[in-house]
């Protein structure tokens, strides 16, 4: 390939100095050949930091040496690693989406999956930009896995060929993602949600079926999306309106994958673009659509806890939510069920409490939405939120939490 010298991949593996932080690819970027080798080459290593975000691999890179030869620290928990992260053995860092390029503000080592170069020589980053791109521009050593599968996408996904160190062949595409099917209870709250966003907005949302069913509801609607990540669903919208998409990460289908090469509808970006305050706030409308594990009666957020245990990340919730706030015309929204567990745990509690965490304060949530409607809470007194609340629990759960209420009241 013109302009690109290839590397045996134990060989980029050896060139990483023992005891260097290494950031690893996030989101549906997978560089196998890489990963292969590593855990054959593990055993050189003593006291290598490795770190990444969400990844939707199976997370091969932890096959052997863990603990052992390497140690490994998130930022966003993957369900392969929550026992792991339970048990100890790895470790989660609570980290902002936009705050991860000054967290490691030069990294060691920084491994990527790229594409094939484009007309100007560059390679793209495809699918998984984000936090990566800056990351990569700051490294001591890049290490990037080519391969075919990678799309080459617009907006700013590129890096020179000149700043990679070691080129690696690789076969493996992204790996492929597919979200949940849309139920009942996900298409109420996309309905409530729906009536909350204004012609003309900028809206970001996540991945799952809330986000899905929304999509559906706004397919007649003039929007366009900023967000963090994109999914198959708004793959229909572009396909079926005149919106466009700016995202740090494509998360999908095979199909998906392919729509984005080099179509100007879709533009990755570095997550100063994506997540950065100074971008959301000169948006006009930026509606910011977030779920949650649980809300507590004051507008409290926990998306990162269940019972002591860490199942998620900060993510990019924050940084929109408070992207929305400075925004003219912007709205924050936390949507979520009203109910856990089969409906044997309500999901508006009286309280976060001491087994889990504030994701997002109080005063950033303007909305809450679950199957039962529409909670304000946006200038509302924390009696008032508490009323507006409970109105939205499931019916089982709010004679409790009233009376709760009541007493904190009292």
Not at 251 to 279: C, D, M, Q, W
């Given at each position: ?56 691999g199976d997370y091969a890179f932890l096959d052997r040496g863990l603990s052992r030869n390497f140690t490994y620290t998130t ?84 890096l020179p060929i000149g700043s990679i160190d070691y080129f690696i062949e690789g076969d493996s595409p992204p790996v492929a ?22 012609d003309g907005a900028y809206l970001q949302l996540g991945i799952g079926a809330v986000p899905d069913a929304l999509i559906d ?194």
């Amino acid at each position: 390939m013109k302009g690109i010298r290839f590397s045996d991949a134990s060989a980029a593996v050896r060139s990483i100095p023992d005891g260097s932080s290494v950031i690893l690819p996030q989101g549906c970027a997978e560089p196998a050949a890489f990963y292969e080798a590593f855990s054959a080459e593990v055993d050189r290593f003593h006291k290598l930091r490795l770190f990444s975000g969400l990844q939707f691999g199976d997370y091969a890179f932890l096959d052997r040496g863990l603990s052992r030869n390497f140690t490994y620290t998130t930022w966003h928990v993957g369900a392969p690693v929550r026992k792991l992260i339970n048990e100890g053995r790895c470790a989660y860092l609570p980290l902002r989406y936009a705050d991860i390029p000054r967290r490691f503000d030069r990294p060691d080592v920084v491994v990527l999956q790229v594409s094939p170069p484009g007309p100007a020589g560059d390679v793209s980053l495809g699918i998984s930009v984000g936090a990566t791109r800056q990351l990569a521009m700051n490294a001591g050593l890049v290490i990037a896995e080519l391969s075919e599968g990678m799309p080459f996408t617009c907006g700013e996904s590129t890096l020179p060929i000149g700043s990679i160190d070691y080129f690696i062949e690789g076969d493996s595409p992204p790996v492929a993602h597919a979200n949940r099917p849309v139920d009942d209870v996900s298409s109420k709250i996309a309905t409530f949600v729906s009536e909350l966003i204004p012609d003309g907005a900028y809206l970001q949302l996540g991945i799952g079926a809330v986000p899905d069913a929304l999509i559906d509801q706004i397919m007649d609607r003039d929007i366009n999306i900023h967000s963090g990540m994109i999914t198959d669903q708004v793959m229909k919208l572009l396909e079926t309106t005149s919106a466009k998409a700016v995202t740090a990460e494509v998360i999908g289908s095979e199909t998906l994958f392919r729509y984005v090469s080099k179509n100007p509808a879709v533009e990755v970006v570095p997550s100063n673009r994506s997540h950065g305050l100074r971008t959301l706030a000169a948006l006009s409308r930026f509606i910011a659509v977030n779920s949650a594990l649980e809300v507590d009666l004051s507008g409290q957020v926990n998306s990162e806890m269940i019972n002591g245990v860490t199942v998620a990340g900060v993510g990019g919730s924050l940084d929109f939510m408070l992207g929305a706030s400075l925004s003219r015309g912007g709205k924050s929204i936390i949507a979520l069920p009203s109910t856990a567990n089969g409906r044997k745990q309500s999901r508006i509690v009286p309280f976060i409490n001491s087994s889990a965490v504030v994701t997002i304060p109080r005063h950033c949530v303007d909305f809450v939405v679950t199957e039962y409607g529409v909670a304000k809470l946006h200038g509302k007194s924390l009696p008032e939120r508490a009323r507006a609340l409970t109105a939205i629990a499931h019916p089982v759960f709010r004679e409790r939490l009233a009376k709760t209420e009541l007493t904190q009241r009292s």
